[in-house]
């Protein structure tokens, strides 16, 4: 499952065709950071910033994203969370750079990061959500995620022994096909990446030290 990626560079952007977005976003996105969805509408291709993570209209509060960020298709429709965007086929793409899962080395867990090898970022897979609380409207959405256990990459990765996920990757041919899909039934775009398109290597988180507002005095 994927729970931290980075977004696509501008550069990228340019490079895949798409319209630019308005609006800054962090250079890693975790569960109920903002981040940048392409979604399709009667105008054609748009961006929203979203929270990561499906933040359903029933919720008391934004922090539900932290458990709603990945969404198993094979469940969706039973799923009261993501129940209303399936039914109403809300469908998008998070287009990242890359994105992260845990390898076990010697039982130890390492972040390992996964993109493609020409460079280009890549569409994943993704369900959205729009609802108002009070006088604010709040847009959230989770990717859709696979069963791994047979694919050559992602097999590798989470606890030995434990479920093996992968996120959906929408391929650039199928893009528009998927943002105008009209069924629940997505089972024709489950299908695992292409391994031999991709590389994965680890990746350590890395580690911001903090300076105390005394060192602060005096830079």
């Known amino acids: 499952m994927c729970a931290n990626y980075k977004p696509l560079t501008l550069a990228q952007l340019h490079q895949l065709g798409l319209p630019e977005y308005d609006f800054d976003c962090p250079e890693e996105i975790y569960p109920n950071y903002e981040t940048p969805l392409l979604f399709k509408s009667a105008q054609g291709l748009e961006?929203?910033?979203?929270?990561?993570?499906?933040?359903?209209?029933?919720?008391?509060?934004?922090?539900?994203?932290?458990?709603?960020?990945?969404?198993?298709?094979?469940?969706?429709?039973?799923?009261?969370?993501?129940?209303?965007?399936?039914s109403k086929c809300k469908f998008g793409v998070i287009p990242v750079f890359e994105f992260y899962e845990s390898k076990y080395i010697e039982d130890k867990p390492q972040r390992w990061g996964v993109r493609r090898k020409d460079g280009q970022a890549f569409f994943i897979a993704a369900i959205y959500e729009i609802c108002q609380k009070g006088d604010e409207i709040i847009r959230s959405a989770s990717m859709i995620t696979m069963d791994a256990a047979d694919h050559p990459m992602m097999k590798d990765f989470h606890e030995p022994g434990h479920v093996k996920r992968s996120v959906i990757v929408i391929p650039q041919q199928r893009l528009d096909e998927w943002l105008s899909w009209k069924s629940p039934?997505?089972?024709?775009?489950?299908?695992?990446?292409?391994?031999?398109?991709?590389?994965?290597?680890?990746?350590?988180?890395i580690k911001i030290e903090k300076i105390s507002p005394q060192l602060n005095f005096f830079d």
């Open 47 to 86: 961006w929203r910033k979203v929270h990561f993570g499906m933040i359903p209209k029933w919720a008391d509060d934004t922090s539900i994203a932290l458990k709603t960020y990945n969404a198993r298709n094979e469940t969706l429709m039973q799923k009261p969370t993501f129940q209303n965007a399936v």
């Open 185 to 205: 039934n997505i089972l024709s775009f489950v299908h695992g990446f292409p391994a031999e398109e991709f590389e994965c290597s680890h990746v350590p988180k």
